[in-house]
């Protein structure tokens, strides 16, 4: 790397994968690193992603626009509008020197590759657990200044493999946590090896449902539930509320999750829509905002960082440096598991309330007051029907442009996703 002192900051975008907000903010698994990089940083506890499976989540933080804008709107139909401007293209003609290092389906099929000098896409076995790890470090080593690195992680992502030495309960209860822990120790190497005016971002692109996955009961459950209601389209919520509600008074989890969720993609709970955004370095003020915010202002609030301009007129987000207001989160679950359009759920989120539609089919859409039911188990009923139609009006006005299907379903099947 080359010293320059009149260089703008450097920008390392650390994406994790299936990175949960309570995972970092409550401080799962033995994590050093990541609770220094909260304590120097500024920490977004309720930024929401834009959708809860990968492609359309790393779209929307790369270009501030909704999927209905960029293009991406899941995990096959994910080419980028060939109108929209990526964050990488705004850096590089800003002069940065950029790279991406990514897996699972961030192919450069999605032009996601847009913007940057070099874009290393590796097989999902390759991790910081292992040989890969020097390789990582080495590509960093060889940026020069400033420079825009995206990494993007899959080391939380299922099947997850704990390396060896942190499969023990003191680094957490799940496989997840436990994979945290490790990962924890990871990051912390490679940003030693960054000069000091380098800014880190550390984000999730979702998050991810962990408590059950795995458990025999949970397994029929789950398999039973979504024949019904993915295959033959039987609206089964309420036995599913009933049932999540028994499993909490039985045997209570300690955290969020829903008994009959596994992973990401199909719902739009806050256990897979709330993720981190954690921001370390040059010109960053440490503190925390807890408004609500979205996975849409990420580039926006990068490039006001970096100094980088910024038509506001193209992007659906805005900056959050400078102190916000409560902001209204729009949230889509269009996950491969959904089996079909007809399953999508798309969402709108306050710091009071979420309203959660499901627009193919002919079913009542759900509205949760978040100040009494935080956890997202009983839906309010027909009394409240004009605060429903109060938060449908709250959805984005999109004109959506058209979305091309890639043929990467072999690539999907690989990665655990069909």
């Not at 260089?7 to 050093?32: I, K, Q, Y």
């Not at 959708?51 to 209905?68: F, I, K, N, R």
């Not at 989160?329 to 309330?353: K, M, P």
Request: a negative charge; hydrophobic letters at 35%.
């Amino acid at each position: 790397m080359t010293d320059s002192q009149s260089s703008p900051p450097n920008l390392l975008f650390v994406c994790v994968d299936c990175l949960r907000n309570d995972a970092v903010v409550d401080g799962w698994g033995e994590t050093p690193f990541l609770d220094s990089l909260r304590a120097d940083g500024r920490v977004y506890t309720d930024l929401f992603a834009t959708a809860t499976t990968t492609t359309p989540c790393v779209a929307g933080l790369m270009t501030g626009q909704y999927s209905e804008h960029n293009g991406v709107t899941s995990l096959r139909e994910a080419r980028l509008n060939a109108e929209t401007t990526t964050l990488a293209e705004r850096l590089s003609a800003a002069g940065y020197d950029t790279c991406a290092m990514v897996t699972g389906p961030l192919v450069e099929e999605t032009d996601l590759d847009r913007g940057f000098d070099a874009y290393h896409y590796r097989e999902k076995e390759a991790s910081l657990f292992g040989p890969w790890e020097r390789t990582a470090g080495e590509r960093l080593d060889e940026l020069d200044d400033p420079f825009f690195c995206y990494l993007h992680l899959w080391e939380l992502h299922e099947p997850i493999s704990v390396p060896e030495g942190y499969d023990e309960r003191r680094y957490g209860r799940w496989p997840y946590e436990r994979a945290l822990s490790a990962l924890d120790a990871r990051l912390e190497a490679l940003v030693e090896r960054l000069p000091d005016d380098t800014v880190v971002a550390l984000h999730g692109d979702h998050g991810e449902s962990v408590t059950w996955r795995g458990h025999p009961a949970h397994e029929a459950a789950k398999t039973l539930r979504d024949k019904l209601r993915y295959e033959r389209g039987v609206d089964t919520r309420r036995v599913e509320r009933a049932v999540n509600r028994v499993v909490d008074r039985l045997v209570p989890a300690g955290v969020p999750d829903h008994f009959l969720e596994a992973g990401h993609g199909e719902t739009v709970y806050d256990t897979t829509a709330n993720v981190p955004f954690v921001l370390s370095g040059p010109g960053v003020d440490a503190g925390t905002e807890s408004g609500v915010c979205r996975q849409v202002d990420v580039a926006p609030t990068l490039c006001d960082l970096l100094g980088v301009p910024l038509d506001e007129s193209t992007v659906d987000g805005a900056s959050l440096l400078g102190g916000f207001d409560d902001r209204t989160a729009y949230i889509r679950a269009c996950g491969a598991a959904l089996r079909g359009h007809e399953n999508w759920q798309r969402a709108v989120r306050t710091c009071e309330e979420k309203y959660v539609e499901y627009p193919a089919r002919d079913w009542s859409p759900d509205l949760y007051d978040l100040d009494r039911d935080r956890d997202e188990r009983r839906p309010l009923g027909e009394a409240a029907a004009d605060r429903r139609r109060a938060m449908r009006r709250q959805f984005p006005r999109l004109d959506a442009v058209d979305s091309e299907r890639l043929d990467i379903d072999e690539r999907l099947h690989d990665l655990g996703y069909l």
